[in-house]
């Protein structure tokens, strides 16, 4: 954010203490009438509809959100722990919301205008600039203890498709903190079980973060809040401006985690996972903002691309692994979350949600985060493919605009994973979307294959390992090296033909010009080599120009570079780092032109293979029909 963390004195939110109490005992507000009755049939938990239309007629309700809550089981006069927890946050929620009112009042005139309205009225211009500002700190506070229930509530439950926006009244703060009060209530009414109650209060702060956010735009006076970044340690509470936050952290993380010497093969994505990890843990929660990010080669988003059985899960357990355990020793918050097939939901509007909030969960710059979406092109579809369910199509677009839409911003605290064994399938300009390619096609020489037969194999034998030198082969930096000298030349026929043909009108690449000359051929051979793939190409050299091996030391105690500031961090990496070389940049362009040519190939081929199969369908048919012809069974 712009401007410094603000942090709120605890008195400062314990003198709204009885203010909020009074607001979830009873409170009257008064709302359009929508022909419903306020008192439920006996035996039900419906309520009467008239059939007299009232649109226009204004009527007061009362609120009591304890009873409300207390009367989801009314055969125990003592509450759930549940029930406790919503009742607890919605008051604290509003003792916060109010607190954070305040702030707002100091930043701008609306206290001093405050005071003198109170000796008195306000008249002309001055009084037209109080309502102005007044209004808009009635939308903070609606704002902030909507955020409050949104991010402090547990509810892992299917959002119900019944739950309406409040009745938002923004005259004052208190109005319209009692205005969510109702809507509130109205949600979380006939509640079947503290499931029920949790998700239902947890779904109707997200509406409400929604319906307020589209209201924004009819609020002068703002500023001060928007770049207002305010933390309230004791709730675990994060306000940045009008970001959504997101939801509580996930449940501690529960994984089979693997060690880079239990993952064979895959040298090239091996040793950039490694990487990887410890660049997230340069992050400075502070300044919120990654040295490798401003420095050049932070990894936001790559691809892993490979066979079925060739270890891409194994090296999503090796990234989460490697990053845990760091969080552990820095004392960070860790959120690790897939996106799979089982969230694509029939509902119009609930995939793309639900994606949406699986990356705004990883976003959350007040952890180190790690997502993963396996088996992408099931999950995500090509925006030609017309068999593509609704829900895919929503999620293609979610992800294309979060990992290179207009309002990506990348801090450097997270990193998303994408792994297909089809990546062809994938819609080309989400693909492109990854800034890094990782063949993932594991083991491929004799030593890999004798050294994950005896990984596997275990100890319980007393066979001999013959003439091996065990893991050798799997030492990062040695098989790196032999990785990325295998990519001087292209690995792909088609790229082998525009590399020889380059090489035999412009000899070896020596200067930019070359290098363009070379990237202007590939276009010409391949049109998905576009200027975002040159983009992913040179993000790539960076990262090779940052091919730096962090020590680690610097990882063993947090003190040690994982506590430092974000300058000293910055110093530290920079110190590493040097120039990249046209070996790399040419290494770089064919690792990335090969991808494209080999998903180009595939799906090419796979084109072919439909198309043969459909004539030799065509052929039988024929066949056959002439042979029931000729039976006389053909009655066409």
């Not at 109490?21 to 006996?42: C, F, Y």
């Not at 396996?374 to 999950?379: F, L």
């Not at 576009?530 to 947090?558: C, H, S």
């Not at 066949?623 to 066409?636: I, T, Y």
Request: include cysteine; aromatic fraction near 8%; charge should be negative.
């Amino acid at each position: 954010m712009d401007t410094g963390l603000t942090t709120i004195p605890e008195a400062d939110i314990e003198k709204h203490l009885a203010t909020a109490q009074s607001m979830i005992t009873r409170i009257v507000v008064l709302e359009d009438s929508s022909g419903q009755s306020g008192t439920s049939l006996a035996g039900t938990g419906r309520r009467f509809v008239s059939t007299v239309s009232t649109g226009s007629v204004r009527k007061t309700r009362e609120i009591e959100l304890s009873k409300t809550v207390a009367a989801i089981r009314p055969d125990d006069q003592l509450m759930t722990i549940g029930q406790h927890a919503l009742l607890y946050r919605a008051r604290r929620g509003l003792s916060v919301a109010l607190a954070i009112g305040d702030v707002f009042a100091r930043s701008n005139d609306l206290e001093s205008l405050t005071a003198k309205n109170a000796r008195a009225p306000l008249e002309g211009d001055a009084a037209a600039h109080f309502k102005k500002l007044l209004s808009a700190s009635a939308y903070v506070s609606a704002f902030s203890f909507a955020s409050y229930l949104a991010q402090l509530i547990d509810g892992d439950g299917e959002p119900p498709n019944d739950i309406k926006e409040p009745d938002f009244l923004f005259d004052t703060p208190q109005d319209a903190l009692k205005s969510l009060i109702a809507g509130l209530d109205r949600a979380i009414t006939g509640a079947m079980d503290d499931a029920d109650l949790m998700t239902r209060a947890r779904a109707f702060a997200r509406i409400a973060i929604e319906g307020l956010l589209t209201r924004k735009s009819r609020f002068d006076g703002l500023g001060a809040f928007e770049d207002a970044h305010i933390r309230i340690e004791a709730d675990d509470f994060t306000v940045d401006g009008f970001d959504v936050a997101p939801g509580k952290k996930s449940k501690p993380l529960v994984m089979t985690f693997k060690k880079p010497d239990e993952v064979v093969g895959n040298h090239i994505a091996k040793y950039q996972a490694v990487k990887l990890a410890k660049m997230l843990m340069a992050y400075d929660f502070d300044r919120e903002m990654n040295p490798f990010v401003e420095l050049g080669g932070f990894l936001f988003t790559f691809i892993g691309d490979g066979a079925p059985g060739t270890g891409k899960t194994t090296l999503i357990q090796m990234i989460a692994g490697l990053v845990h355990g760091y969080c552990q020793v820095a004392g960070y918050p860790f959120v690790y979350e897939n996106f799979g097939v089982d969230q694509i939901s029939s509902y119009q509007g609930k995939s793309g949600q639900s994606c949406k909030q699986f990356i705004n969960n990883v976003l959350n710059p007040r952890a180190i985060g790690f997502g993963t979406i396996d088996d992408i092109d099931q999950v995500a579809a090509k925006r030609s493919d017309d068999r593509a369910s609704a829900g895919q199509q929503e999620i293609t677009g979610v992800l294309m605009e979060s990992f290179g839409g207009a309002s990506t911003v990348v801090r450097g605290n997270c990193s998303f994973g994408m792994f297909s064994n089809y990546p062809e399938n994938v819609d080309d300009a989400l693909r492109q979307r990854a800034g890094a390619r990782w063949l993932v096609d594991g083991p491929q020489t004799r030593e890999d294959y004798i050294d994950i037969f005896v990984l596997l194999a275990g100890k319980n034998h007393k066979i001999d390992l013959g003439d091996h030198d065990l893991y050798a082969a799997q030492e990062i930096q040695r098989a790196v090296e032999d990785a990325y000298e295998t990519h001087f030349k292209p690995q792909e026929d088609g790229l082998m033909r525009v590399y020889e043909r380059f090489m035999k009108e412009n000899g070896e690449p020596k200067t930019m010009a070359d290098v363009g000359t070379y990237l202007h051929m590939i276009k010409e051979a391949e049109p998905r080599f576009t200027g975002r793939a040159i983009k992913n190409v040179t993000d790539a050299i960076k990262m090779r120009a940052m091919d730096i091996e962090l020590p680690d030391e610097w990882f063993e105690k947090p003190e040690a570079f994982m506590h430092k500031g974000y300058d000293d961090k910055k110093a530290m990496i920079e110190e590493l780092r040097g120039p990249f070389s046209m070996d790399m940049v040419m290494q770089e362009i064919n690792r990335y032109a090969d991808s494209e040519f080999r998903y180009s190939d595939r799906s090419d081929d796979a084109a072919v293979s439909k198309m043969l199969r459909d004539a030799r369908l065509r052929e039988r048919a024929a066949r056959e029909m002439e042979e029931l012809k000729k039976k006389g069974m053909w009655n066409a």
